[in-house]
């Protein structure tokens, strides 16, 4: 039997992969909210900041998903790339067959393709959001080639959102935070917050009473810091933890157990 049947589940209550699956809490809806007005007001570059682990990557694919949308203008064009791993001018590449729609048969036609675009964008109608996750993670050529394109867009119809983890801002370039016009800040869970989300990935999944009690939830809290891949992680550990002891209900200990048979780097939030 699986888990979720034990506990009179349709799913999994905290598998991913649906769009419904993406909880829009209090502190998303709060983001989100700043990120449409930054492309809405056709700002040129802003700053999303969260610790690891918050939601950043979710709220970026999201977005790419669910392009932000003012009543009296086009949906945007949604543009997502990540740092991770990229080297000189690896991003103006990657960025320039992304804008173009073609695949460049040379990485040295890449500026000369992002130029173009740029200034037929400066000259249309549309607009285009980039999302620029890991920029944290910048080799220092690829940094570099960010603030190019940052530079080089100034006239097109382009706002740049840069994700950056809030423990490592201080190794982003000081140019590029300097110039952002709005910093958004995606914060760790609150006990409220993280109660909710459960109650709400429950009740997705045909559960309408409560199944973790509230000192089970406070537990999940501390252990986690507010972080949701850590709630999602211990909330469903514990529920198969509860299903294999026969439990009627997720209690604190279910909690502690699951968190102690962690690896002891994750048992809480790093």
Known sequence: MSYWRYWNLNA???????????????????????????????RKLATLVAGSGVGKTRLLNYLVANPPRESDEPQPRVISLSMIGLQQGELAERLASRLSGTRLPRRSQAWSTLTDCFATSARGSGHTLLLVDDVESSSVEAEADLIRIVRAADEA???VVLAIDSHLASTVSRWLIERSYLQVELPAWDYHQTNHFLHYALARCGRSEPLFTEAAVVRLQELSRGAARRIVQLADLALIGGAVGQA?????????????????????AA
Do not use: H, M, N, T
């Open 12 to 42: 999994a209550p905290f598998a991913e992969g649906d769009r419904d699956s993406f909880y829009r809490g209090q502190s998303v809806e709060e983001a989100l909210a700043r990120i449409e007005f930054v492309c809405g007001q056709r």
């Open 157 to 159: 119809r382009l706002s």
């Open 248 to 268: 009627k209900w997720i209690d604190e200990q279910i909690v502690l157990q699951v968190a102690q048979e962690l690896p002891k780097s994750l048992s809480i």
